[in-house]
């Protein structure tokens, strides 16, 4: 398939762009750590479960806004002219939804094993845990993607990001905060089914629309 | 060229006196009509046929607003983007009435103005999710940019507003009735007698957004029109 074939194309390109300007990225993590430590500060390790959580999403929420916010805004007009010759939209948001997923996916367990680190704590269902971080960073990275490319068009403004991103991502995050909440206290998983059914749903419904709108923006 | 201006149903003066007989229905029988003696909401039941209506109004408008979104990203008709942009001001406008109404029964059958409803959250949600379309709006100076972009924002803040408010709190326990194990209203407080003023209720409200839009819309276009001349 030609399709897939300029998608992974594309995804390992911004890899590729991505690695040679290692700076980002490692500012990236540095945030996430240095937010992670205030908080260790802040609470000196007594913290109870369901502060662990919401902590835990707040951080990664604004970590992935952060990390997010350049998929679009970092590219110069030079970049952006190749993309634009090259590339169909819908090549082009479903690549950098992909690149953005797997940037969050490793970000968001970085994260979860360096919170464990500082704030342990015994968490029951290890593994709907993780598949509720890994579903959780899919959809967010899903959302802020097209939501970064609409700010792209629009000034270039930072703070717009998270003045557009955040309310569309409230349904998201408190299906996750619910189900990742069940998981550490143990829940059987027949209690969390109907949450994991509507967040894979939710996902799929966003990388549907993203798929149909951003051609509307790309043209220009 | 200009297909919501044309439209006849939208110019007609019918529906304009059905609003105002259905409202001023409402408003008489809403004070004085007789509704049944319930336990813990005694007189306040007749906030049923102003703030759940509001409801109604609201998803209206939202409705309008994404269906005007994507015609205007099918036609790049600058007049569907304006039914667009004013019906999500009528949507924030009725949003906040109906918060502001659902506060004071709150207050006087729930025991405070807020509580952690997730109905409550999907409503505040909203408010923030139109209140960005507007900033988004307002920070692109370029005309036909500004339509494309914000007409993307809102089909997509449409469907995740109806997730959150449709979807969602069917999943959690809610005080508001046939949510989370308690009755609806049409099991047994919804008598016939309230029926009877709580549809025309809906008709009215509704059909008084889609007026006061539809005013705003056409002002926009004279206002358009004398800056051309």
């Known amino acids: 398939m030609k399709f897939t074939q300029k998608v992974l194309q594309l995804v390992l390109l911004e890899g590729k762009l991505e690695w040679k300007n290692k700076q980002s990225v490692t500012a990236l993590f540095i945030y996430s750590f240095s937010s992670i430590f205030v908080t260790y500060l802040a609470f000196q390790q007594t913290i109870d479960l369901t502060t662990w959580n919401s902590l835990f999403w707040i951080i990664l929420l604004f970590a992935s806004t952060n990390a997010i916010a350049k998929s679009f805004l970092q590219d110069s007009k030079g970049l952006q002219l190749f993309y634009y010759s090259m590339f169909s939209p819908k090549q082009l948001i479903l690549a950098k939804t992909l690149y953005n997923q797997i940037l969050l996916i490793g970000l968001s367990l970085i994260n979860f094993l360096i919170f464990q680190l500082v704030f342990p704590i015994a968490i029951y269902q290890i593994g709907q845990y993780l598949l509720s971080l890994i579903l959780g960073a899919i959809g967010l990275s899903t959302v802020l993607t097209l939501v970064a490319g609409i700010v792209s068009k629009a000034n270039n403004n930072a703070a717009l990001l998270a003045i557009l991103g955040f309310p569309l991502l409230f349904p998201l995050l408190s299906i996750i905060i619910q189900c990742s909440m069940n998981a550490i206290n143990g829940f059987d998983w027949m209690v969390n089914q109907q949450l994991f059914i509507v967040l894979i749903s939710l996902n799929l419904i966003t990388i549907l629309l993203s798929y149909l709108l951003f051609p509307y923006l790309w043209r220009d | ?229």
Request: glycine share 6%; proline share 3%.
């Open chain 2, 1 to 229: 060229m200009d297909s919501f201006y044309k439209n006849k149903i939208a110019r007609a003066w019918w529906w304009k006196i059905i609003a105002i007989f259905c409202l001023v229905y409402t408003c008489y029988y809403g004070f004085i009509g007789k509704v049944p003696a319930m336990v813990v909401l005694h007189e306040t039941i007749r906030n049923l046929y102003f703030h759940v209506t509001m409801w109604m109004a609201m998803m209206l408008m939202m409705l309008i607003n994404a269906i005007y979104s994507i015609k205007y990203l099918s036609s790049l008709n600058k007049y569907d983007d304006l039914v667009a942009e004013e019906s999500g001001k009528m949507a924030m406008v009725f949003s906040a009435a109906g918060l502001i109404t659902g506060m004071v029964w709150a207050n006087y059958t729930w025991g405070a103005p807020w509580t952690n409803d997730p109905q409550l959250n999907g409503t505040a949600a909203t408010i923030l999710m139109y209140a960005a379309y507007f900033i988004l709006r307002n920070a692109i100076p370029d005309e036909n940019k500004k339509a494309k972009i914000a007409s993307v924002y809102a089909i997509f803040a449409f469907v995740m507003m109806f997730v959150f408010i449709m979807v969602i709190p069917k999943m959690y326990n809610s005080l508001h009735p046939g949510k989370g194990g308690n009755p609806g209203f049409n099991k047994y407080d919804l008598d016939s007698n309230m029926r009877m003023v709580f549809y025309p209720a809906v008709i009215g409200w509704c059909l008084l957004g889609t007026w006061l839009m539809s005013l705003n819309v056409r002002i926009r276009r004279i206002e358009e029109i004398t800056e051309e001349n």
